[in-house]
């Protein structure tokens, strides 16, 4: 199994909504990524967690909340989002920091 | 700072022509390094890698060699086909201290006409 599974694959709020996306992996990875992706541009890393602590975080903007519950799920939970937040959100896993990632589908978020 | 510089896009070419996109590299130790493709509406696939020099990536008739002495990654195919057109991304292994990251370049489109 290689695979990273995000979910939802699609997902609309307002500006005042709480909404959380998940990832998981059964892999046995120990390394966990939140990427944000606008439109014809790279990925941007947002968060990085390892054996299930964060690792890094780039300067996000605290309406951007991540949690890593075991060794398998990521989430990010979401709140009071701006329009400018909508993207592509892309989780991925490794099985160390630095080595191949693989990554999910990704989540399309439009902010309303 | 590390960092991956790629050639800039879009990239067309006809079906069957041959495939060169370049990429550099800044780094200050010895990265691993990648290549990814995204096709339209979907995640990041790893496409091939090398963990250090000379090594040579291949996967799907695309090949990368890891050139130390110039700094380079560049991805090659011989006969590329309409199904590989989509956006290519060249990227390496970064460590700092008890951490470390993937840092991409900026991406090539591809488009093969048939």
């Known amino acids: 199994d290689t695979e990273v599974t995000q979910t939802p694959k699609h997902l609309v709020m307002g500006m005042t909504n709480k909404k959380s996306l998940k990832c998981e992996q059964h892999?046995?990875?120990?390394?966990m990524y939140w990427y944000k992706q606008k439109a014809k541009k790279p990925p941007e890393l947002m968060f990085v967690y390892s054996y299930e602590k964060l690792s890094i975080n780039e300067s996000v903007p605290s309406r951007f909340s991540p949690e890593c519950p075991n060794s398998s799920l990521l989430n990010l939970h979401l709140h009071a989002l701006q329009p400018e937040d909508s993207a592509l959100y892309l989780c991925?896993?490794?099985?160390?920091?630095?080595?191949?990632?693989?990554f999910g589908q990704g989540t399309r978020l439009t902010v309303v | 700072g590390d960092s991956v510089t790629q050639m800039e896009g879009p990239v067309t070419l006809s079906e069957e022509a041959f495939l060169t996109i370049n990429c550099t590299y800044t780094?200050?130790?010895?990265?691993?390094l990648f290549w990814y493709v995204q096709y339209p509406g979907e995640g990041l696939q790893l496409l091939l890698k090398a963990t250090k020099a000379d090594d040579k990536g291949s996967n799907k008739g695309f090949e990368a060699t890891y050139r130390k002495e110039t700094t380079s990654f560049h991805l090659e195919k011989g006969s590329v086909q309409v199904s590989d057109s989509a956006v290519y991304f060249c990227a390496l292994s970064y460590f700092s201290g008890n951490t470390g990251k993937l840092i991409f370049g900026q991406g090539t489109t591809l488009q093969v006409k048939p």
């Open positions: 892999m046995g990875h120990r390394a």
């Open positions: 991925a896993s490794a099985p160390d920091l630095g080595s191949e990632a693989f």
């Open positions: 780094a200050t130790g010895y990265p691993s």
